[in-house]
């Protein structure tokens, strides 16, 4: 069974930087995908991240692009998400997940219990 657990989340005021942590365990194959969600009050889930274990190809929402970074350290079966230039609309709870095979946009099967970012001055 696959079991994630977030880290990282806090209070930063707008343009500042924080970094999220998923810690991984339990995965039975080296091919699968990370991503990070987020869910605002009152918005639907979005994507905001995906990387692929296997190659490290990292896909981003539109909105976070050139601001967020994704990135692995496959000893410690971490997967970060780098966040700067923090603006209010960021703010929502994040969510790590994860699913056998390749970044897609559904059919992940197992999710963190999330870890809140807050952007406000």
């Known amino acids: 069974q696959v079991m994630l657990v977030e880290s990282g989340g806090g209070l930063v005021q707008p343009g500042g930087s924080l970094r999220l942590s998923c810690a991984a365990s339990?995965?039975?194959?080296?091919?699968?995908?990370i991503a990070w969600f987020r869910q605002a009050p009152g918005k639907e889930r979005e994507v905001v991240s995906c990387?692929?274990?296997?190659?490290?190809?990292?896909h981003y929402s539109r909105s976070v692009k050139g601001r967020f970074t994704a990135s692995r350290d496959d000893v410690k079966k971490t997967m970060y998400l780098q966040m700067t230039s923090l603006k209010p609309e960021d703010t929502a709870l994040y969510l790590c997940t994860a699913r056998y095979g390749y970044c897609d946009a559904v059919n992940y099967h197992s999710w963190g219990q999330g870890t809140q970012v807050t952007v406000s001055a």
């Open positions: 339990g995965f039975t194959s080296d091919i699968y995908a």
């Open positions: 990387i692929n274990n296997i190659d490290g190809t990292t």
